[in-house]
């Protein structure tokens, strides 16, 4: 049975911790997660962290409607649908021969944009859900906390096909991600946050 993530309330303290498989440095991934959120502020989606470099990999969700994801000192900005406080499926995706980055919002995709080509994205870091991490696994900024819910949260150590997103993003699709399966990998929660059942395959 699939879980949701809960944040009720903006903290310092609280977030979910996910112990991801082991990896190489990576040269391509894709991300992808349902979220809603009713915070009109500046937050963090999905947080990587690895030594000497906080920003490892960052999904950063803007009240200007943006989505940046940052590679390390590098940001990519894409500008969203504004759909209020609804559980969106968002999917970005890298790949580091071409550079090659792309937003899918509900398995509609973003134009291509090109950034970091040759780079790759370290491993040995962190996974965290609810915060931005400005060092490995802490030093958290309440105003940069995630307030909502999160769920289906999967990584792929590769690029997916438009196709495959398409057919994740309508749910009931049973492809977890071989880094971060949201079927089976564990996670750890600290603070103020609530585990919840959905029983709906398309949440």
């Known amino acids: 049975m699939q879980k949701s993530v809960i944040f009720p309330t903006k903290t310092a303290t ?3 911790k996910l112990n991801a498989a082991d990896f190489s440095d990576l040269t391509a991934f894709t991300v992808c997660l349902r979220a809603a959120s009713e915070e009109n502020r500046n937050y963090t989606l999905f947080s990587y962290a690895a030594s000497g470099s906080h920003n490892e990999l960052l999904i950063w969700q803007k009240t200007n409607a943006q989505l940046d994801l940052y590679l390390g000192s590098v940001i990519t900005g894409f500008s969203l649908p504004k759909m209020g406080a609804w559980l969106r499926h968002i999917c970005v995706s890298w790949e580091s021969q071409n550079g090659e980055i792309t937003v899918w919002i509900n398995g509609r995709r973003s134009l291509t944009k090109v950034s ?3 780079g790759v994205v370290k491993n040995g870091g962190q ?4 915060q ?3 060092s490995v696994g802490g030093e958290f900024d309440i105003e940069q906390s995630f307030v909502g819910e999160i769920t289906d949260v999967n990584m792929w150590d590769r690029a997916l096909k438009p196709y495959e997103v398409e057919l994740i993003s309508q749910g009931c699709y049973d492809i977890g991600g071989n880094l971060i399966d949201w079927g089976s990998t564990t996670f750890t929660s600290k603070g103020n946050v609530k585990i919840k059942d959905n029983n709906d395959c398309t949440l």
């Open 116 to 118: 970091s080509k040759g």
């Open 127 to 130: 996974f965290i859900l609810g």
């Open 14 to 16: 609280s977030f979910v």
């Open 132 to 134: 931005e991490q400005d």
